[in-house]
């Protein structure tokens, strides 16, 4: 049977458009289908509105120590409304971008939600039937909230976008990167922020070392952190709402409440039981390590498959697929040593092995160094504020298994010591680099 196009994509978020691209790049004929705004959560609900915010929260906090160093910082209050324009008007020209790419690459455009009837055929919502040689799944994921009482009561990370002012007060439920940035961002923007924490710690996929540090930075901030706090409901309290934890203890009253309590994935109504596609307990979508699912000629990348759940690790998948399938390019995804930043304040990253899994794997051949330091700003404006850079090494040659940095710029400090530490640095070559001085950086080629 002939095929209307050679790849169907479902799904036009980071993954789908990247697949799409690359895919007509080496001569496929491909239609995309997505219903919502292009981009999906990076763009529209993600990474970029939340970096935006972030940044807006950074000047936020250099204004305050603006103070101390002697400039005047009158009426520097920002005004929410003026904000969120230039950060959509940003947004806005993403979208252009990529309508003008997927027109110059010859790709199809189908504003219409899919569903999968067989292995090669998706049937849209408005009743048109494409087939395809191969179909690849990016739809992505969403935030959920807990099946406890009173759960509706609070939002979740997609409704903060909507926000045009910070609410007084307000209650966070969760530990995760995505608590953590929004406390850091709301406490930063003017809100009072309480966190609540149903584990003894902030993101326990980082060095304990830098969360406790982080922890820390938070309290000398004013976020009001609760460890331990597993919260079983959600009351009404005089036009705001009160949590109550799972020992019965009541808070007090808040004007708003956001639960960071995890995402899931897309695959409700994709027609993955008709393909006979698998997904595991979560319902996220089971895939090999080339992307492709238990079904011959259908793949998935992204959120919405058991991959690590970063945009970027979702655009580079989709590159290598199809560089693989349509470009005779033999290349896979690495999924070891990917480095991942959470903009907290100050932002936190890490990569490789953290010190207790370097333990757990290498026993005494490992050694660890460190170093705590309050960075120039913040010592000028005798801010609190502290940072903390950690390397994890391995063996008589002291192999760098593992980079962790807590402090202003580590977001961009890690990207370029990611990659000496994938072409196998060792704390020798570090030494023998001379430092940039005077900067936050520097610690990390001067550790004793």
Known sequence: MSQDFDLIVIGGGSGGL??????????ARVVLLEPAALGGTCVNAGCVPKKAMWLAAEVARKLTMAGSLGFSTDHCALDWPTFIAHRQRYISSIHGSYR????????????LRAKLLDPCTVACEDGTR???ARILIATGGHPVKPGIPGAELGGVSDDFFQWTAPPRRLALVGGG?????????????GSRVELFVRGPRLMESFDH???EQLAEDYRQAGVHLHFGRAIAAVEPDDGGVCVRDAQGQASGRFDAL????????NTARLGLEAAGVA??????????????????????????????????VAIAAARRLMDRLYGGIDERLDPRDIPTVVFSHPPIGRIGLTEDEARERHGDDVHVYRSGFRPMLHALAESEQRSLFKLVCVGAQ????????????????????????????TLRDLRNTVAIHPTSAEELVLMR
Request: hydrophobic fraction near 50%.
């Open 100 to 111: 003008r790419r997927l027109d110059a690459a010859g790709i199809a455009l189908l504003p």
């Open 209 to 211: 070392e830098l969360t």
């Open 279 to 312: 997904t595991d307990g979560h319902g996220r979508i089971q895939i090999d390590d080339g992307h492709a699912t238990n079904v011959e000629g259908v793949f998935a990348v992204g959120d919405v498959s058991t991959d690590l759940p970063l945009t970027p």
């Open 398 to 425: 002291r192999r760098v298994v593992g980079i962790h940095l807590l402090g202003d710029a580590a977001d961009e400090i890690l990207q370029g010591f990611a990659v000496a530490l994938k072409l196998g640095v």
């Open 177 to 189: 990167y995505v608590a953590v940035e929004l406390a850091g961002v709301l406490q930063a923007l």
């Open 18 to 27: 990247a697949g799409a691209f690359r895919a007509a790049a080496h001569g």
């Open 258 to 265: 956001l639960f960071a309590t995890g995402r899931r994935a």
């Open 130 to 132: 494409l087939s395809a």
